[in-house]
């Protein structure tokens, strides 16, 4: 069984500021893991995806993710946020593939000038 | 190319009412999967088809059904509805669900029962 957990339900930065969307993961085989981007009244976007090899991943938009196996973490980062970030961020995990994911609860992420 | 189409965008149905929803993948796409969102739940995972055979299913009562056609479009179906199945109801694409391939979502059909 997998499982994800994302803290906190809402972050608020300032736009220039460092972003830190933090997730962990529970998997009892090693997982595929996923960061995915909503904006109001639209689908899922894949913003990067964690399969094998190297554990920092970059992603679109300038965000980037590490890997990171003994702390069953996969945390999101962006260096300087900007207004068009403000968004709902998803992780999730699957070990069968895209088609299966698990998500988490999702961060919703606050941009004010 | 044309993205994942969701149709209809809205629709409000009352209570014990049945209802069908349909996804156009993108060509080519033989996977579709279907996932629901509600504030309380976030996103579940429904089922999975692909090549017309359902592949995989989460953990939703016998009334959410579904069915892939030779083309691969999607259909759900949800009866007897009930207030708590009122949500956004997202499929995604993908040339055939693995790893090696991205998922594309639609922009969702939002449901809701009264």
């Known amino acids: 069984a997998q499982s994800v957990t994302q803290l906190g339900s809402h972050v608020s930065v300032s736009e220039g500021a460092l972003v830190l969307l933090r997730c962990n993961y529970s998997?009892?085989?090693?997982?595929?893991l996923f960061w995915y981007v909503q904006y109001p009244n639209q689908g899922l976007q894949l913003l990067l995806k964690?399969?094998?090899?190297?554990?920092l991943v970059k992603g679109i938009n300038g965000f980037e993710a590490e890997f990171k196996k003994s702390e069953t973490s996969f945390h999101l980062t962006k260096p300087s946020a900007h207004m068009s970030d403000a968004a709902e961020y998803f992780c999730?995990?699957?070990?069968?593939?895209?088609?299966?994911?698990?998500f988490g609860k999702g961060t919703m992420l606050l941009v004010s000038p | 190319k044309a993205g994942v189409t969701q149709t209809p965008r809205y629709l409000i149905k009352t209570r014990g009412q049945q209802v069908t929803l349909s996804c156009s993948p993108i060509?080519?796409?033989?996977?579709v999967s279907w996932y629901q969102q509600t504030p309380g739940q976030g996103l579940q995972f429904l089922f999975e088809?692909?090549?017309?055979?359902?592949?995989n299913k989460g953990n939703f009562p016998g009334r959410f059904s579904g069915r892939q056609f030779s083309n691969s479009r999607s259909e759900m179906n949800v009866s007897t509805l009930e207030l708590g199945d009122s949500a956004l109801y997202l499929c995604?694409?993908?040339?055939?669900?693995?790893?090696?391939?991205?998922?594309?979502f639609g922009q969702g059909t939002r449901l809701t029962v009264v």
């Open positions: 995604a694409s993908s040339l055939n669900g693995g790893m090696n391939t991205e998922a594309f």
């Open positions: 998997s009892s085989v090693p997982p595929y």
């Open positions: 964690y399969t094998t090899g190297a554990t």
């Open positions: 999730a995990v699957s070990a069968a593939g895209y088609s299966t994911l698990t």
């Open positions: 060509s080519g796409h033989r996977s």
């Open positions: 088809y692909f090549s017309e055979t359902q592949r």
